[in-house]
């Protein structure tokens, strides 16, 4: 076991592109860290830096006291598990798992006595004999952990480990994976594009964008206080809503409406007077007016048409659209629009739609008029030209 | 047309194809099974069955020594080539160079050559090397003309592998070499079987380098020898003999193909990744 240190990292590839950029990033001894990303954006090529499987330009790569630039990946000591899992297809499922520490030259009952308890730690007992081509695709994955684990490795590298699974495996090997991550206390560096999995997951996640670190903070961290308007975009499901807005004076304007600015936004903010601006507000910080109750002064009430309604269960889902006002282009709206493609589908400034997370008591009917609510004091706002969230207050 | 007369049409025509195919080799057997005036006889089936041609080569010590030159230096070829062709097309299919695609096209460019065109200057290097008319002279040659061929299969083969399988085993502790060989190579093994029958049969089948190259019953391979077959007797037509020495060597490929047949189609690498 040991920490992980990346020192300014830096891959360029002989065409001169950068698919990481002077990244630094420390992983204690134990911890378990998310590095997540839109497809493209160095996180994988970061994971395999670290595992040996990719050389690293500039910067230094330490793992333990050690440093590790210019060793193999054998003699690294990591584990590494694959997206496509990479079992060895003519081994025998016993065979894949203990293939790492025959080639150690290791005793062999200690090789049957470690696979037999990291198959008993992923319920793999019956399967021992088997080859990967007879094993669902659930079990390929848990075959692929597995031979992570009994190596008892200083780090566990995982890149996109659960991408290839259904949709309701995925969430039961998740869990999986936080269970077997508390039980061993191994280092581990998990590379992923949902975000849903990095904020499950993690003690801490990495948000990279085009080879930059973005943030490195916990769950809640990056989702209460995003240092800019990717990581905003990027993190919470459904995404933040963002729309032009301007602070005059002690308000702040939005296509909704005025908003009496709460003194600390105001203390932030208050150098940004006059100029154009992007205000960021998450889905659950507006309202059904009717339920707000004591708090409707924190915030300000408006009317807006319902074009879409889904009803959830345990919370209403509103969709509806502002008028556009001035358009307001920030390259890193675009790239969370380009990414949206993926699933999450954050809702652009430019084209003034909004989701907004009502209580289910709610009355409001689709493709009705509707007073709603919004939360002043948890809105967001952003420089759209540098991106930097002027309310995170760094 | 009726499904019926269709699939009538349709074996009539197979069995018309497989005929005009195996005739030839039905013809060698049935000639290698008469002796004496039967070998002047047209009749399909021999009038008196007899295995007198068979026992008479393997009585000749110039046949046996002909099958066992035959049998070293083709199994020599099939490994020396596999051996190199492995590595050759390993890095054609992993390694990233400059005029990779030229490289690959010269080296299969190499199977058009006429192999007449180098009997003469080979004939000439070999005397005055030395290795003229010895089982390893032959070697070199019958390499550079199944190394091409090899190389191109397996290179294609190592290029189906995927690359994270590799990385995995580098990952798991295991040196390239070591990665190579107990990952690429056993999941290689239709086109390490397909490339080597390949090999082994040209090997076997070779003439013309064979006869330059070799002039005694010492060195020389079994189609060479069989040119200088003269039978059991001086004046005896040697036909019969030649036939049964013929159906002798045919048969080993025959079963070589029958019984890997069904490894080189077989995929191997099912289940290696999500598939």
Not at chain 1, 241 to 249: D, I, L, Q
Not at chain 1, 367 to 378: I, S
Not at chain 2, 50 to 77: G, P
Not at chain 2, 201 to 208: P, Q, R, S
């Amino acid at each position: 076991m040991a920490d992980i240190k990346l020192e300014h990292i830096t891959k360029r590839y002989p065409d001169g592109y950068e698919a990481v950029k002077d990244m630094t990033l420390e992983i204690r001894d134990g911890e378990f860290v998310i590095l997540v990303g839109p497809s493209g954006c160095g996180k994988s090529t970061a994971l395999r830096m670290v595992a040996g499987l990719e050389p690293i330009s500039e910067g230094e790569l330490k793992i333990g006291a050690q440093t590790v630039n210019e060793l193999e990946p054998k003699d690294r000591d990591v584990a590494m598990v694959f997206q496509n899992y990479a079992l060895y297809p003519h081994m025998s499922v016993r065979d894949n798992m203990g293939f790492a520490l025959k080639l150690r030259g290791a005793d062999q009952s200690d090789i049957s006595r470690k696979v037999d308890e990291a198959a008993h730690i992923l319920d793999l007992d019956e399967h021992l004999e088997r080859k990967p081509s007879q094993l669902s695709g659930g079990q390929r994955q848990r075959v692929a952990m597995g031979r992570a684990i009994v190596r008892d490795p200083a780090a566990f590298l995982m890149d996109e480990p659960l991408s290839n699974l259904d949709a309701k495996l995925r969430v039961q090997m998740r869990t999986e994976v936080s269970r077997l991550q508390q039980r061993l206390g191994t280092t581990m560096i998990y590379v992923t594009h949902d975000q849903t999995e990095a904020m499950t997951l993690g003690d801490r996640v990495a948000v990279m964008r085009a080879g930059v670190l973005q943030q490195v903070a916990t769950p809640m961290e990056l989702y209460n206080r995003p240092r800019n308007i990717f990581v905003a975009g990027f993190i919470g499901s459904p995404a933040m809503n963002f729309m032009p807005a301007t602070v005059e004076g002690e308000h702040i304007k939005l296509p909704v409406g005025d908003v009496r600015m709460p003194p600390e936004l105001r203390e932030r903010a208050g150098r940004a007077d006059g100029r154009p601006l992007l205000a960021g507000i998450r889905p659950e910080s507006f309202e059904d007016a009717a339920l707000v109750g004591d708090a409707r002064d924190r915030g300000c009430s408006f009317t807006a048409k319902i074009e879409v309604l889904e009803a959830m269960g345990s919370e209403l889902y509103a969709h509806f659209t502002t008028e556009a006002g001035e358009r307001i282009e920030s390259p890193e709206l675009q790239e969370l629009a380009a990414d949206a493609g993926a699933g999450e589908v954050p809702n652009t400034g430019d084209e003034g739609q909004i989701t907004a997370r009502l209580d289910p008591a709610s009355k409001v009917r689709q493709g009705e008029e509707a007073e709603l609510w919004v939360d002043a004091t948890k809105l967001h706002l952003f420089d759209p030209e540098s991106g930097r969230n002027l309310t995170a207050g760094d | 047309m009726g499904d019926r007369a269709r699939g009538i049409l349709m074996w009539l025509a197979v069995v018309g194809v497989v005929v005009f195919c195996l005739f030839p080799f039905y013809w060698l057997i049935n000639t290698s099974l008469k002796t004496g005036s039967d070998l002047n006889s047209a009749s399909l089936v021999p009038p008196n069955l007899s295995f007198d041609n068979y026992t008479s080569i393997f009585e000749d010590s110039n046949f046996t020594k002909a099958l066992r030159n035959s049998i070293i230096v083709s199994a020599m070829t099939t490994v020396c080539a596999l051996i190199v062709g492995s590595f050759a097309g390993y890095a054609l299919a992993r390694l990233r160079f400059r005029f990779k695609f030229l490289l690959l096209a010269i080296i299969l460019s190499i199977t058009t050559f006429p192999p007449i065109a180098i009997a003469a200057p080979l004939f000439k290097l070999w005397t005055d090397t030395g290795i003229y008319d010895t089982i390893v002279g032959l070697i070199p040659p019958f390499l550079a003309f199944t190394l091409p061929l090899t190389i191109y299969i397996l290179a294609s083969f190592f290029k189906e592998i995927p690359r994270e399988l590799e990385e995995a085993a580098l990952v798991d502790g295991a040196t390239r070499f070591q990665a190579f060989r107990r990952v690429v190579v056993p999941l290689s093994g239709p086109g390490l079987v397909t490339a080597g029958l390949l090999s082994f049969i040209w090997a076997w089948n070779e003439f013309l380098l064979a006869i330059t190259l070799t002039s005694s019953p010492n060195a020389r391979p079994v189609p060479p020898a069989l040119a200088f077959f003269t039978g059991s007797q001086k004046f005896e037509v040697p036909l019969g003999t030649i036939t049964a020495a013929t159906v002798v060597v045919t048969v080993p490929l025959v079963i070589l193909v029958l019984v890997f047949q069904r490894r080189i189609v077989a995929g191997l690498t099912a289940g290696a990744v999500k598939g």
